[in-house]
């Protein structure tokens, strides 16, 4: 995206293990890629979808969207995403994530929120 001002790129370890998200991960012997999530009033926010860039482009993605989307039914989901970030912009939308509003999160950067009723 060439913008390195997302908080999240700076967190250390003991701020994320005091966040309040709730984290999924997939691993195969190492952990491969993280989602976290927040629940409010009916609302899932996806906060975070990481993957290792060794096991980019192998489904890790894909298979922490589905668990959401399979354990969480009945909820609406949203998520944010850089919006020259294609690879996730065609996960989400691949699953019916609709987009809903454009966000200018910096000067010339912007993020598309998304959203699906599940």
């Known amino acids: 995206m060439g ?5 999240q790129l700076y967190e250390k370890v003991s701020e ?5 998200e709730t984290f999924a991960g997939y691993s195969e012997e190492q952990l491969q890629g993280v989602i976290s999530f927040q629940i409010d009033e009916g609302i899932l926010a996806i906060h975070r979808l990481v ?9 890790i ?14 909820y609406e989901f949203v998520v944010s995403t850089g919006t020259a970030n294609k690879p996730a912009i065609a996960l989400y939308t691949a699953y019916g994530f609709q987009e809903q ?7 010339g950067i912007h993020c598309t929120q998304y959203s699906l009723s599940n």
Do not use: M, N, W
């Open 16 to 20: 994320i293990q005091k966040s309040t």
């Open 3 to 7: 913008f390195d001002g997302i908080p």
């Open 51 to 59: 993957v290792s860039p060794t096991y980019f482009r192998k489904g």
């Open 101 to 107: 509003r454009l966000i200018e999160v910096a000067p």
């Open 61 to 74: 993605g894909k298979r922490l969207v589905e668990y959401l989307l399979e354990h969480y039914k009945g």
